[in-house]
């Protein structure tokens, strides 16, 4: 084989360098020299210009292989192959010599001839431990193209026997130890992941990547305390940020919020500029619905990553939920600028219009992209592409509905259906909760029992099916059904809530209570615990239990003093009674500054403002809360109540005749014939004064 000039001089030089590597491949069985012996010449001597042959050539080999990683160029590696396999022609035994080869083959992309190479290497010599790591890379590399879940088990299969076999021959090798407890993983062998992993840590304590993988594994299935408890003591030992990240990460898992934060703050503190710590800083800090400090920290990271489009579109986010929405539409237009046509930020911006009650708009950007992207793709329904159109079809779906365009909803959601398994099982349960909120309960309830008659043990379809009787004040036959999901497990918890519920719009208030109680008794921390006591003070308001109410609502507060549901029902709560107006109004604005476009709290503002005799202000928020549901029979009672108050009685009385339709449509559950009876006494009474008013006795002719 020819060799290059420049080659030919570091060859000489490098010779030396080499021997000892090479020294590894001296020939197994020297007596096949010594046959192989030409007449006239000593069997020692052949012995030794044959074992400078293999040197030489295995040296050569080793140098172009250099040379080949350096440069790229393959003719390199093709010369690099050729002088390994002279090599072997001289000693087809050498475990090196076909280790070398193998790993030469891998690398210019022979993969085939790597693992027969590789394969020999170990034939000859079991305990290569660079053959099996050869074997091992090529196994895992192959994951990633293979297109059968059976030809990928048996990759995997493959690369744990080489693992295995790794370990087995050096037991200190974390790295392979890594990669082995990932596939135990991958195949869900938690147990072997575990012992493998905990053995790493047993001898490098401070190793992150195990005490990360050990932290995932716990709390994939279920155990996040202990995740919490490896990761604290490992962060106090190591005061390490990525550790520290590790524990926000657990803490977020387990929802405790206020931890989860500390533990990112000190993971920034030691590392300010890593976005990661930043990023999970943010998302506790919205959790706990502190917007303006996770607003700042997404500044800090457009700073720190400018090219990054994300962190613009989740500020719109926060500005959005705070009802600035010029510094919404800002940052989306930067979004824009770095990312155009990007799905997310197009998505925010539909989001953005809806929230301002522009629903054409919003409806014409998602519509435009459903067209987009079909038009891009001829098959609709491949999986990637499904799962984007069926994300644009249920937000257009959502625009349809809350601008109460229930048939046009309906129609969005059929069409998302018809992407796929996923996107019909996701499709069934939007026409369904469209079916409710246009009051056909009847038909909301035969959609749900078609998809359980498609799926008998889907627990969300029957608790559905539970609520959806709940909406018909059918409390005995939802009592029934969530009953018998009830297991006694922790699990139970959510159950409890659901019947809570049901018995409450049934007027069962005592059984009500008791299942609430019992919600609150199995709470796993403090969010299942607020969401039992605010279900106790909703069944106590009801029941005109006001002192009760209100101590259940202050727990709640004091838990969390941003809970946007639980400020708005306490607050409304005291403006409906005429007491301690100004607290509750206070209480009030909060829940509005929380959530500005919420129908509910707009309504409860309007009427604590009402209730101070504050008519404008009064009239400003229940004429919002009507723009965001029309339907409502109890905003619109209100609104024509301020219009009476301020002496508007035909505006009024065109109020109240639409409130006393929508009671009239109302679910049974919803239905308030004390309230029904007082608009429509109202109604007769303003009639009668208006046709008073229009008939007065005619001008005298003159």
């Known amino acids: 084989m020819p060799v290059k000039p420049i080659l030919s001089v570091v060859l000489l030089t490098a010779l030396c360098s080499v021997a000892a590597v090479a020294a590894q491949s001296e020939p197994s069985n020297p007596s096949n020299l010594v046959a192989q012996n030409p007449a006239g010449t000593s069997p020692a001597a052949t012995a030794e210009s044959k074992r400078a042959d293999v040197y030489y050539y295995f040296t050569l080999g080793h140098l172009l292989e250099q040379q080949f990683e350096t440069s790229g160029q393959y003719e390199l590696a093709d010369q690099s192959i050729d002088a390994y396999k002279k090599a072997l022609e001289i000693d087809p035994d050498s475990s090196v010599a076909h280790e070398r080869l193998a790993e030469i083959d891998a690398k210019s992309q022979h993969i085939k001839d790597a693992v027969l190479e590789a394969n020999q290497a170990l034939k000859i010599d079991p305990k290569n431990v660079d053959a099996h790591r050869l074997l091992a890379r090529i196994y895992i590399r192959s994951l990633g193209d293979m297109s059968t879940g059976e030809v990928q088990k048996t990759s995997i299969d493959k690369a744990i026997a080489q693992f295995q076999a790794i370990l087995a021959l050096q037991p200190s090798?974390?790295?392979?130890?890594?990669?082995?407890?990932?596939?135990y993983r991958f195949e869900n062998q938690h147990g072997e992941a575990e012992k493998v992993l905990r053995s790493v840590l047993q001898r490098e304590p401070d190793n992150e990547q195990a005490l990360e993988q050990l932290s995932q594994l716990l709390m994939d299935q279920g155990r996040s305390q202990e995740a919490v408890g490896l990761l604290s003591q490992a962060a106090n030992d190591s005061s390490s940020p990525d550790l520290y990240d590790m524990l926000g990460d657990a803490y977020s898992q387990q929802k405790d919020w206020p931890k989860a934060e500390d533990a990112y703050r000190k993971a920034i503190e030691q590392e300010p500029d890593e976005p990661t710590h930043r990023q999970g800083l943010a998302q506790a800090l919205i959790a706990q619905e502190k917007y303006p400090e996770a607003l700042a920290q997404f500044k800090k990271l457009s700073e720190l990553q400018p090219a990054t489009a994300e962190n613009y579109v989740r500020m719109a986010e926060i500005y959005r939920r705070l009802g600035q929405f010029d510094q919404a539409q800002s940052s989306l237009l930067r979004a824009k600028e770095l990312a155009p046509g990007n799905l997310q930020v197009l998505y925010n911006e539909?989001?953005?219009?809806?929230?301002?009650?522009?629903?054409?708009?919003?409806?014409?950007?998602?519509?435009?992209?459903?067209a987009s992207m079909k038009a891009q793709a001829k098959d609709s329904t491949a999986a990637g592409n499904a799962n984007a159109?069926?994300?644009?079809?249920?937000?257009l779906g959502l625009v349809y509905r809350r601008a109460q365009n229930y048939p046009e909803a309906i129609e969005t959601f059929q069409q998302m259906g018809k992407l796929g398994p996923d996107g019909q099982k996701r499709a069934e349960m939007l026409l369904i909760d469209t079916y409710r909120e246009d009051r056909d309960i009847d038909r909301a309830i035969a959609?749900?029992?078609?998809?359980?008659?498609?799926?008998?043990?889907?627990?969300?379809?029957?608790?559905?099916?539970?609520?959806?009787?709940?909406e018909k004040a059918d409390a005995p036959e939802a009592t029934k059904l969530l009953q018998g999901m009830l297991q006694g497990n922790p699990n139970d918890q959510e159950i409890y809530i659901d019947l809570a519920q049901v018995q409450e719009r049934g007027k069962q208030y005592p059984e009500?209570?008791?299942?609430?109680?019992?919600?609150e008794q199995m709470a796993h921390g403090p969010a299942d615990k607020a969401t039992a006591w605010f279900m106790l003070g909703a069944i106590y308001e009801r029941q005109k239990k006001f002192e009760q109410a209100e101590q259940e609502f202050r727990k709640v507060l004091e838990q969390n003093p941003n809970n946007a549901p639980?400020?708005?029902?306490?607050?409304?709560?005291?403006?409906?009674?005429?007491?301690?107006?100004d607290e509750a109004t206070s209480l009030i604005q909060k829940a509005v500054k929380r959530e500005p476009n919420n129908g509910a709290y707009l309504d409860s503002l309007g009427w604590a403002y009402y209730k101070q005799n504050k008519l404008s202000e009064a009239e400003e928020y229940l004429r919002k809360a009507v723009d965001r549901d029309s339907h409502d029979p109890t905003i619109l009672s209100h609104l024509g109540d301020v219009y009476l108050k301020m002496g508007q009685n035909e505006r009024a009385a065109e109020t109240l005749e639409r409130a006393l339709s929508e009671w009239q449509k109302a679910v049974p559950a919803d239905y308030d014939a004390q309230k029904v009876n007082q608009v429509d006494t109202q109604l007769k009474t303003l009639k009668k004064r208006l046709a008073q008013k229009s008939s007065p006795d005619a001008p005298r002719p003159q």
């Open 566 to 581: 639980a400020l708005n029902y306490y607050g409304y709560m005291l403006a409906d009674q005429g007491v301690r107006l």
């Open 512 to 519: 009500a209570e008791k299942s609430a109680e019992k919600a």
């Open 173 to 183: 090798d974390s790295y392979s130890a890594l990669w082995l407890a990932r596939l």
């Open 447 to 470: 959609e749900t029992k078609k998809a359980l008659a498609d799926s008998p043990n889907d627990p969300n379809l029957t608790v559905t099916l539970a609520m959806l009787y709940g």
């Open 389 to 395: 159109l069926a994300i644009l079809y249920e937000q």
């Open 350 to 370: 539909a989001l953005l219009y809806e929230d301002q009650g522009q629903y054409g708009e919003a409806i014409k950007i998602l519509t435009d992209a459903i």
